[in-house]
């Protein structure tokens, strides 16, 4: 069974471009999240979707982060325009269930912006 | 304030030897506690997942435990190998249907030969 898969890998970008991320969750897993990490800090919460709904994006810091999951497949995370502190790691992770289940997570996609 | 604290934050041991990290929350309602191990350049692999019933669980070389009243958590690890390198993350499950999980900052351990 394949895991998450995440695109790209790296990502280098101008302040002011935009960058979409993708993440392909485990086949059937209709939780779907994303998190980030931010240079030195600990890994963040951004938003929760179930199948093709957010179901919580308290997480998301600003307007210039757009996420989607059109029929609650793979989704994308959109950043436009992209600062300075947009720079870290995004992660994806999906699961089965809710409470007690295991997330799953991608490799990540380390973006740098310039 | 929610907040998972680890420490130590780094840590070196020699290969066969074994290690206890600390983990203290504040998160509350809590849900379970879980701790990840991280391989550079990979993302979180979940070792253990406790409810606040459980007061230790096993993965192979891997004990973690659980005390629910003082909100602290270890990880230890037994007979450690050079694979054992890595940042383990411990991660609080905040109760409140779904599932938003609150990240400690990690204690990063290398295992020399």
């Known amino acids: 069974e394949a895991g998450v898969t995440q695109f790209p890998s790296h990502s280098v970008i101008e302040k002011g471009q935009t960058v979409t991320l993708r993440c392909d969750p485990i086949?059937?897993?209709?939780?779907l999240y994303w998190y980030r990490r931010v240079m030195g800090k600990e890994i963040k919460f951004l938003l929760h979707?179930?199948?093709?709904?957010?179901?919580?994006e308290s997480g998301m810091p600003n307007n210039r982060f757009l996420a989607e999951r059109t029929g609650g497949t793979y989704s994308t995370l959109k950043v436009q325009p992209a600062e300075l502190e947009d720079s870290g790691v995004y992660f994806c992770?999906?699961?089965?269930?809710?409470?007690?289940?295991?997330?799953?997570f991608g490799p990540g996609t380390r973006l740098t912006v310039l | 304030k929610n907040q998972v604290e680890q420490s130590p934050q780094s840590l070196i041991i020699l290969e066969g030897k074994n290690c206890t990290l600390q983990?203290?929350?504040?998160?509350?309602?809590?849900?379970?506690l879980r701790w990840y191990k991280q391989d550079t350049g990979r993302g979180p692999v979940s070792l253990t997942i406790?409810?606040?019933?459980?007061n230790t669980k096993s993965n192979g070389r891997y004990t973690a435990t659980l005390d629910a009243d003082t909100k602290q958590s270890s990880l230890h690890i037994t007979a450690s190998q050079l694979s054992d390198s890595a940042s383990y993350i411990c991660?609080?499950?905040?109760?409140?249907?779904?599932?938003?999980?609150?990240f400690g900052a990690g204690t990063r351990l290398a295992v020399h030969p």
């Open positions: 406790m409810t606040f019933s459980e």
């Open positions: 992770a999906s699961s089965q269930g809710l409470t007690y289940n295991e997330q799953f």
């Open positions: 983990c203290n929350y504040t998160v509350s309602p809590f849900s379970n």
């Open positions: 086949s059937g897993h209709d939780n």
């Open positions: 979707f179930v199948k093709e709904s957010k179901q919580d």
């Open positions: 991660v609080v499950s905040f109760s409140g249907g779904y599932n938003k999980l609150i």
